[in-house]
Nanobody
Framework: VQLQASGGGLVQPGGSLRLSCAAP?????????RAWYSQAPGRQRELVAR???????KYTDSVKGRFTIFGDDAKNGVNLQMNSLKPEDTAVYYC????????????????WGQGTLVTISS
């Protein structure tokens, strides 16, 4: 099962994008992790932002203050608002839903979106 990710594109430095990810309701309701990862060319996939249950979101240092992750219960999804974009944000972004019995434990369920390309360039 793949999640449906959308919202990528080409924007100039300083611009904004909102990435969206939708899941089947059954998957959305049985997972407690909502996350976005990025994979830049030649690099490994890295965590950008995640929410575990009702905890406060966590962000990688490079996006703090610029990106916001939030759930969308009405659409069974998770969004990533990206502001003040920089060329180094260029990457394919993947959404991720998972179930962890305790935060940080190996997920017993995990689902990925197909990836959406974000390119920041003037």
């Amino acid at each position: 099962v793949q999640l449906q990710a959308s919202g990528g594109g080409l924007v100039q430095p300083g611009g904004s994008l909102r990435l969206s990810c939708a899941a089947p309701e059954g998957i959305f309701r049985t997972t407690n992790v909502r996350a976005w990862y990025s994979q830049a060319p030649g690099r490994q996939r890295e965590l950008v932002a995640r929410i575990f249950g009702a905890e406060s979101p966590k962000y990688t240092d490079s996006v703090k203050g610029r990106f916001t992750i939030f759930g969308d219960d009405a659409k069974n999804g998770v969004n990533l608002q990206m502001n003040s974009l920089k060329p180094e944000d260029t990457a394919v972004y993947y959404c991720n839903l998972a179930y962890e019995h305790e935060e940080g434990w190996v997920p017993t369920q995990e689902y990925w979106g197909q990836g959406t390309l974000v390119t920041i360039s003037s």
